[in-house]
């Protein structure tokens, strides 16, 4: 198992930044693949970012250009650096890690920080 802890969600005006933090309580490197997601009022929880063991990264494309997503092994923790915001981008920020046991795959959760981007 995996307990993931987010933070750095604010209220912050379009045009600025912010990094969220996800902090996971075993090594990130026995994690298969950790990511973002996020979910906005009457919508659908969607993909933001995500990065495998081996440092391979996927973004959706509304955030590429303008998202990143990073890691510190030495922390076990995964950054979101969200720069250039949009109103567009104001959800719940979930972070995810897909832990493998053999063939099988199990997802965790955090419990979500809130990002507000008022125009």
């Known amino acids: 198992q995996v307990q993931l802890v987010e933070s750095g969600g604010d209220l912050v005006q379009a045009g600025g930044s912010l990094r969220l933090s996800c902090a996971a309580s075993?090594?990130?490197?026995?994690?298969?693949?950790m990511g973002w997601y996020r979910q906005a009022p009457g919508k659908q929880r969607e993909l933001v970012a995500s990065?495998?063991?081996?440092?391979?990264?996927n973004y959706a494309d509304s955030v590429k250009g303008r998202f990143t997503i990073s890691r510190d092994n030495a922390k076990n923790t995964v950054y979101l650096q969200m720069n250039s915001l949009k109103p567009d981008d104001t959800a719940v920020y979930y972070c995810?890690?897909?832990?493998?046991?053999?063939?099988?795959?199990?997802?965790?959760w955090g419990q979500g920080t809130q990002v507000t981007v008022s125009s």
């Open positions: 075993r090594s990130i490197f026995t994690i298969y693949a």
């Open positions: 995810n890690a897909v832990v493998t046991t053999g063939p099988r795959e199990s997802a965790y």
């Open positions: 990065m495998s063991s081996g440092g391979r990264t």
